[in-house]
């Protein structure tokens, strides 16, 4: 992985809540919402936290970019992620995009 390469991952809540979010070094930001001041407000009194998912997909952009695509999905398609039925590739055709 170079500096350029962004992460974007799940996290599953002790609260059975999902938290998807983007890094350049996944383990890291984890330590960080797990017990340091840096880490998400949404995550504070939400632990243990588990890591469900994640996938390098290049630079800042376009983790960002699929990590609110991912925000806008439901439970029950980010489980679909999380598991392997969806894949990330079918995230990133834009569904508001003329060209698909």
Do not use: Q, W
């Not at 350029?4 to 930001?29: E, K, N, P, Q, W």
């Not at 983790?63 to 980010?78: D, F, G, H, P, S």
């Amino acid at each position: 992985m170079t500096n350029a390469d962004f992460c974007v991952y799940i996290l599953r809540c002790a609260d059975d809540t999902y938290y998807t979010g983007i890094a350049s070094d996944v383990a890291r930001r984890l330590t960080e919402h797990e017990g340091s001041p840096r880490g998400a407000k949404y995550l504070k009194g939400r632990g243990p936290l588990t890591l469900v998912y994640s996938e390098c997909v290049g630079d800042r952009s376009a983790a960002a970019r699929i990590e609110y695509r991912i925000k806008k999905l439901n439970r029950t398609e980010k489980e679909a992620l999380i598991n392997g039925r969806t894949s990330l590739r079918d995230l990133r055709a834009d569904p508001d995009s003329a060209e698909g």
